[in-house]
């Protein structure tokens, strides 16, 4: 079982462009939703991370939107640059259980050209 | 700091042998993962860790064991390797519900 469906498995977008990545979760316990950025041969690296009970957040070029009913989340790079080009994986978790075991998406690979 | 510390960073068994992944971070994080990585299919958690004493499994534990003597260190072993253990395997820690941070990777190979 799949609890947490990513797309697209890849990405080209050109330098400036607008990047976007979704996903969706099947489990609505779910309340911590991060993003890892991973670079090849690197491990994976927090990027940006949202809760439930806000339905958006920006830091710098980076935005998550929330939908809590739709059970869907998405990550958004605008003005796109040639050192984004990385694997982008969404996560989820369940943290009201105290735990932080992150359930990940299958990840998309992004190339930005330049 | 150096973070989280996996050795070796490459190996290659071949099939039945046994091994050990070692981890190890200095950041006094309580919480330790191991998670492996298969092309196109995102991280799998295998086992975590809340505290030195304490392990459980995540999603997909068989063909694994692991330990947690103290808190830096969480090794993760392999008895009997299998080609279906071929993959990469990231060590992670965090402090709680904290960021998690990820070690380089192990690559393994199982011939």
């Known amino acids: 079982q799949q609890q947490v469906k990513q797309s697209p498995q890849s990405l080209i977008v050109q330098k400036g462009g607008i990047s976007i990545i979704n996903c969706a979760y099947e489990?609505?316990?779910?309340?911590?939703f991060p993003w890892y950025q991973q670079f090849p041969g690197k491990g994976p690296a927090l990027l940006i991370a949202?809760?439930?009970?806000?339905s958006e957040k920006k830091e710098g070029r980076f935005t998550i939107s929330f939908n809590k009913s739709a059970k869907q989340f998405s990550l958004h790079i605008m003005d796109s640059q040639p050192g984004d080009s990385a694997t982008y994986f969404c996560?989820?978790?369940?943290?009201?259980?105290?735990?932080?075991?992150?359930?990940f998406g299958a990840g998309t690979r992004l190339a930005v050209h330049p | 700091n150096a973070g989280v510390t996996q050795t070796p960073k490459f190996r290659i068994l071949k099939i039945g042998q046994s091994m050990t992944l070692q981890c190890a971070q200095d950041?006094?994080?309580?919480?330790m993962y191991w998670y492996r990585q298969d092309p196109g299919m995102g991280l799998k958690l295998i086992y975590y860790?809340?505290?030195?004493?304490?392990?459980d499994k995540g999603e997909v534990p068989n063909g694994y064991n692991v330990s947690r003597s103290t808190t830096e260190d969480f090794p993760l072993r392999l008895e009997l390797a299998a080609p279906s253990q071929t993959s990469v395997y990231f060590c992670?820690?965090?402090?709680?519900?904290?960021?998690?941070?990820f070690g380089q990777g192990t690559r393994l190979t199982v011939v």
């Open positions: 949202i809760r439930p009970d806000v």
């Open positions: 950041m006094n994080h309580n919480y």
């Open positions: 996560a989820a978790s369940n943290q009201a259980g105290g735990y932080n075991k992150l359930i």
């Open positions: 992670a820690s965090s402090y709680g519900l904290a960021e998690a941070f």
């Open positions: 489990n609505t316990a779910f309340d911590y």
């Open positions: 860790s809340v505290g030195a004493g304490i392990t």
